[in-house]
């Protein structure tokens, strides 16, 4: 898997593409870890290029936003592909985001 960052005003956006699963997460958590400014940082996981995400891929999503809201920051998903949105929807994991998931046109608003 492959994750860019960026930040878009105040939020920073991280952009899997592949496979987020087990193998993955150490990577998104360090690319998570070198690219927040401060633990109140906004982050924004854009899923439109993620094919598939497993249960540790989604513990680590919940557990990122958890550390960031903790600190007054937050973590929201944006544009899940057709099979992420299926995923979380089928494991119950969509209602752990309390902000809504975002489209990419909200996302783009940001910029």
Do not use: Y
């Amino acid at each position: 898997m492959q994750i860019t960052a960026s930040r878009r005003d105040e939020v920073l956006v991280l952009e899997p593409e592949g496979r987020f699963d087990a193998h993955a997460v150490d990577e998104f958590r360090a690319r998570l870890a070198s690219n927040v400014r401060r633990e109140s940082d906004e982050v924004a996981v854009n899923l439109n290029r993620v094919e598939f995400v497993d249960e540790t891929a989604l513990t680590a999503l919940i557990d990122a936003r958890s550390e960031l809201r903790a600190s007054d920051g937050d973590l929201v998903l944006a544009s899940p592909s057709q099979s992420v949105r299926i995923i979380l929807e089928l494991t119950g994991r969509v209602h752990d985001f309390v902000a809504p998931v975002v489209d990419e046109r909200s996302l783009m608003a940001v910029a």
